[in-house]
């Protein structure tokens, strides 16, 4: 609980884990285990500009204010999703083992958010300071004159402009994972597995609060049935806008064998799985809110081979091609019951090559990569609450990337004298590969056009393609522990939004300056109560620099467009761990 490193993003949040096992005999043994994290907490949705850092600071927080003299965050997250595991293992001789587990778990929670009625958003309500002016939203609900004629020829007065509401979500799973392993001989292993699965979720949109006004106005503009007979006079409690939910539902299978001779090693795989989909939506189809259903194939293919040249060197080679496919929010993409035309599987195809070994005290890992994605989809603004009718969000489908690159590690250790070393580093490039089209939504969830998407040849964004690191790890007599670590981030490129790539030649995303990490810990370690237990502090960001953590490319793909999220300054955080 506490105060996190931005305005307005205070956590309130507690876990638990509860775990039983039983040995019923020789061959029979049972796990239970349930665990959970209830949370809440403020959080800052809205990525700022280069301005609002240098102007506000890295604190800036423009998603909350304070309303009636308390804190209050547009966009505060809570959430509990207790996860309920049983499984048993089966020893059925020396050859045989099967391994089954049911799992359950149920999730209720959401955030906060609010809307508006012919008026404007609360971003349009700001103090001097730059937070939402919370108390002049309720003033303007309370006194604005504005009258609104109902299709019943009512006149309505008195009704809130902006009223906060609770985007709220809930969902159930549950399935079953059953593995068999079986040694045929001893060089030949047989594993091969099915897993099913249930998955139902329901996301709606309820008022809150009504901020000065007797009532908020949903006049179901966007409905494909309109008000169909609804009140359009929405209280505290009562949904608008949005009332849908999704199901889903999985069986899969795979078969892998594994093959050792001497110093050689080989396996291959081969899975494959059904999934079902279909959408309820209560608020466009109070009449039929269920779609039909649908039902799409995947599939994937693995191999390996891994060769022991030396007793300390080993070479592998690893290759695969996985079907995949879509997930449910791009077989339903326009935000109604009506599904997607031509979607395809995603197709991966990836390569991937090495050796590692130890030599002494030194140990190595070096590879290199190949993987190229065809038919990939993605929606931009997917987690932003959209607040104005210009911004926009994008469905993209039919996308190819290609990445390749090398990745090595370096370790040394000495346990004589307490001392561990380590250096890291890769390379990539990572690109789009075409052009594709993209549709594009309003506010309100509705399409309003379709733009050709101008993609090929443009960097991957939203991860740096080089990084390094180096870090050391001393243990001093007496059980204390000194670790610190250096990380560096290049070729960190924007994410970018196909709603600003639709003409050709503008070249590359905006290209994140390189930063530099470094981070320390110091732990001791002792008996309280007589078990063991440790007393750490750690320091994140030292050297206290400025960095960028992600963000989205801009009209100008430029520093002045761009919009992201910083990342926290010098920071401390102080452990105790007791084991009782």
Same mark, same amino acid.
């Given at each position: 609980?506490?105060?996190?490193?931005?305005?307005? !993003?205070?956590?309130?949040?507690?876990?638990?884990?509860?775990?039983?096992?039983?040995?019923?005999?020789?061959?029979?043994? #049972?796990?239970?285990?349930? $665990?959970?994290?209830?949370?809440?907490?403020?959080?800052?949705?809205?990525?700022?500009?280069?301005?609002?850092?240098?102007?506000?600071?890295?604190?800036?927080?423009?998603?909350?204010?304070?309303?009636?003299?308390?804190?209050?965050?547009?966009?505060?997250?809570?959430?509990?999703?207790?996860?309920?595991?049983?499984?048993?293992?089966?020893?059925?001789?020396?050859?045989?083992?099967?391994?089954?587990?049911?799992?359950?778990?149920?999730?209720?929670?959401?955030?906060?958010?609010?809307?508006?009625?012919?008026?404007?958003?609360?971003?349009?309500?700001?103090?001097?300071?730059?937070?939402?002016?919370?108390?002049? #939203?309720?003033?303007?609900?309370?006194?604005?004159?504005?009258?609104?004629?109902?299709?019943?020829?009512?006149?309505?007065?008195?009704?809130?402009?902006?009223?906060?509401?609770?985007?709220?979500?809930?969902?159930?799973?549950?399935?079953?994972?059953?593995?068999?392993?079986?040694?045929?001989?001893?060089r030949l292993t047989l594993r091969t597995g099915v897993h099913a699965r249930h998955f139902k979720s329901w996301l709606w949109?309820?008022?809150?609060?009504?901020? &000065?006004?007797?009532?908020?106005?949903?006049?179901?503009?966007?409905?494909?049935?309109?008000?169909?007979?609804?009140?359009?006079?929405?209280?505290?409690?009562?949904?608008?806008?949005?009332?849908?939910?999704?199901?889903?539902?999985?069986?899969?299978?795979?078969?892998?064998?594994?093959?050792?001779?001497?110093?050689?090693?080989? !396996?291959?795989?081969?899975?494959?799985?059904?999934?079902?989909?279909?959408?309820?939506?209560?608020?466009?189809?109070?009449?039929?809110?269920?779609?039909?259903?649908?039902?799409?194939?995947?599939?994937?293919?693995?191999?390996?081979?891994?060769?022991?040249?030396?007793?300390?060197?080993?070479?592998?080679?690893?290759? &695969?091609? #996985?079907?995949?496919?879509?997930?449910?929010?791009?077989?339903?993409?326009?935000?109604?019951?009506?599904?997607?035309?031509?979607?395809?599987n995603e197709k991966i195809f990836s390569l991937e090559a090495g050796t590692g070994g130890r030599i002494a005290r030194l140990?190595?890992?070096?590879?290199?990569?190949?993987?190229?994605?065809?038919?990939?989809?993605?929606?931009?603004?997917?987690?932003?609450?959209?607040?104005?009718?210009?911004?926009?969000?994008?469905?993209?489908?039919?996308?190819?990337?290609?990445?390749?690159?090398?990745?090595?590690?370096?370790?040394?250790?000495?346990?004589?004298?307490? $001392?561990?070393?380590?250096?890291?580093?890769?390379?990539?490039?990572?690109?789009?590969?075409n052009d594709v089209n993209a549709l594009l939504f309003n506010n309100e969830n509705q399409l309003i056009d379709t733009v050709?998407?101008?993609?090929?040849?443009?960097?991957?964004?939203?991860?740096?393609?080089?990084?390094?690191?180096?870090?050391?790890?001393?243990?001093?007599?007496?059980? #204390?522990?000194?670790?610190?670590?250096? $990380?560096?981030?290049?070729?960190?490129?924007?994410?970018?939004?196909?709603?600003?790539?639709?003409?050709?030649?503008?070249?590359?995303?905006?290209?994140?300056?390189?930063? &530099?990490?470094?981070?320390?810990?110091?732990?001791?370690? !002792?008996?309280?109560?007589?078990?063991?237990?440790?007393?750490?502090?750690?320091?994140?960001?030292?050297?206290?620099?400025?960095?960028? $953590?992600?963000?989205?490319?801009?009209?100008?793909?430029?520093?002045?467009?761009?919009?992201?999220?910083?990342?926290?300054?010098?920071?401390?955080?102080?452990?105790?761990?007791?084991?009782?």
């Open positions: 609980t506490g105060q996190g490193y931005a305005q307005g !993003t205070q956590v309130q949040a507690w876990s638990y884990f509860l775990f039983a096992e039983k040995n019923l005999n020789a061959h029979h043994r #049972i796990l239970f285990s349930l $665990l959970g994290s209830p949370e809440r907490h403020g959080q800052r949705s809205t990525k700022l500009s280069y301005q609002d850092i240098q102007n506000k600071g890295l604190k800036y927080n423009p998603d909350w204010g304070t309303y009636e003299g308390r804190p209050t965050s547009l966009t505060e997250n809570f959430y509990h999703k207790p996860l309920l595991t049983l499984s048993h293992y089966w020893t059925m001789n020396d050859k045989s083992q099967l391994a089954t587990s049911f799992y359950a778990s149920y999730g209720y929670g959401g955030g906060t958010w609010a809307e508006n009625y012919s008026g404007s958003s609360v971003f349009s309500f700001k103090t001097l300071s730059g937070q939402i002016d919370w108390d002049a #939203i309720a003033q303007n609900n309370a006194s604005h004159g504005q009258i609104y004629l109902s299709p019943d020829g009512d006149t309505l007065r008195n009704f809130s402009l902006n009223a906060r509401t609770l985007f709220l979500a809930s969902h159930y799973w549950a399935g079953l994972i059953s593995v068999y392993n079986y040694k045929i001989s001893e949109e309820e008022i809150d609060d009504l901020m &000065g006004g007797k009532y908020f106005i949903d006049d179901y503009a966007w409905a494909f049935e309109g008000a169909a007979g609804r009140n359009i006079m929405k209280f505290k409690g009562d949904k608008v806008r949005i009332d849908n939910g999704a199901i889903g539902d999985l069986a899969s299978a795979f078969a892998k064998a594994e093959y050792q001779y001497n110093n050689l090693t080989a !396996t291959v795989s081969a899975g494959t799985n059904l999934n079902t989909y279909q959408r309820e939506d209560r608020y466009n189809y109070p009449s039929h809110p269920a779609s039909e259903k649908l039902n799409r194939q995947g599939g994937e293919f693995k191999s390996g081979l891994s060769y022991g040249v030396t007793p300390s060197v080993t070479i592998f080679f690893n290759a &695969g091609y #996985i079907s995949r496919a879509p997930y449910h929010k791009f077989v339903f993409p326009n935000y109604n019951n009506n599904p997607a035309k031509g979607l395809r140990k190595y890992n070096l590879n290199a990569y190949f993987i190229q994605w065809d038919d990939k989809s993605l929606l931009s603004n997917e987690y932003l609450l959209i607040d104005n009718r210009t911004t926009t969000r994008a469905m993209v489908s039919g996308l190819g990337a290609r990445h390749k690159g090398i990745e090595a590690e370096l370790g040394y250790s000495n346990e004589q004298v307490g $001392l561990t070393l380590g250096a890291q580093f890769s390379v990539g490039e990572w690109k789009w590969k050709r998407v101008y993609a090929d040849g443009l960097y991957v964004g939203d991860a740096p393609q080089i990084q390094a690191g180096v870090f050391v790890e001393k243990n001093i007599p007496g059980g #204390i522990t000194l670790y610190s670590n250096y $990380l560096w981030y290049d070729r960190f490129y924007a994410d970018f939004d196909p709603a600003t790539r639709t003409q050709p030649g503008e070249g590359q995303p905006y290209r994140i300056p390189a930063f &530099g990490l470094w981070d320390a810990r110091l732990g001791y370690k !002792t008996l309280i109560f007589g078990k063991p237990s440790e007393l750490s502090i750690a320091c994140s960001n030292i050297l206290n620099k400025e960095y960028v $953590l992600r963000g989205d490319d801009g009209y100008g793909h430029d520093k002045a467009s761009f919009r992201g999220y910083w990342g926290p300054g010098r920071n401390f955080n102080l452990t105790l761990r007791l084991n009782l």
